[in-house]
């Protein structure tokens, strides 16, 4: 199976400010990684496809880069509406495997 | 606008089994593969199982073993998961997620099995 490390674990920002979150995949996945957004009580929300295209209807200040075993999600201007847990996700191969998740909080 | 609606969670007891129900609108169903995703409380993702539009191809994630069925009706636009031999780790809201890249997903369905 094809693990996904994502770094940090919890990252304390503030508004305004830009933010990167890296995903490791423990063997190539091509650009075969997702992104998402999860709200405390809500259900996942998709961001990010193949590693940089945005899903459609979410701003322009989510961006995605990064090929093969490394990716970054950055969020550049953070709202309050930003802080809230993040996932990333490889469909490269069976089982798909979520990163541990990282936890945006406001500073 | 595209929305996923599952039910059948509820509460169950370890051995016994649940049969999950996703119902789809706002796209063409049987265009579009179907996972089942699970967050245990407190806890991350875990991704449960995959179907291909015609059900030709199915995937499970290996911790199951077995005891977990998926299938979809696309004349009624609905995705299902059978759970059997329920465990108490299998405690968890199960969403349903659409497409290759799970673009979207619906509002989750609580499973607690307890004695």
């Known amino acids: 199976d094809i693990q996904m490390t994502q770094s940090p674990s919890s990252l304390s920002a503030s508004v305004g400010d830009r933010v990167t979150i890296t995903c490791r995949a423990s063997?190539?996945?091509?650009?075969?990684l997702a992104w998402f957004q999860q709200k405390p009580g809500k259900a996942p929300k998709s961001l990010i496809y193949a590693a940089s295209s945005l899903q459609s209807g979410v701003p322009s200040k989510f961006s995605g880069s990064g090929s093969g075993t490394d990716f970054t999600l950055t969020i550049s201007s953070l709202q309050p509406e930003d802080f809230a847990t993040y996932y990333c996700?490889?469909?490269?191969?069976?089982?798909?495997?979520f990163g541990q998740g990282t936890k945006l909080e406001i500073k | 606008e595209v929305q996923l609606v599952e039910s059948g969670g509820g509460l169950v007891k370890p051995g016994g089994s649940l049969r999950l129900s996703c119902v789809a609108s706002g796209f063409t169903f049987s265009s579009y593969s179907l996972n089942w995703v699970r967050q245990a409380p407190g806890k991350g993702l875990e991704w449960v199982s995959f179907i291909s539009t015609s059900s030709s191809n199915i995937y499970y994630a290996d911790s199951l073993k077995g005891r977990f069925t998926i299938s979809r009706d696309n004349a009624k636009n609905s995705l299902f998961l059978q759970m059997n031999s329920l465990k108490v780790d299998d405690t968890a809201v199960y969403y349903c997620a659409s497409g290759t890249y799970l673009g979207y997903w619906g509002q989750g369905t609580l499973v607690t099995v307890s004695s």
């Open positions: 063997r190539g996945i091509d650009n075969y």
């Open positions: 996700q490889q469909y490269n191969s069976f089982p798909y495997t």
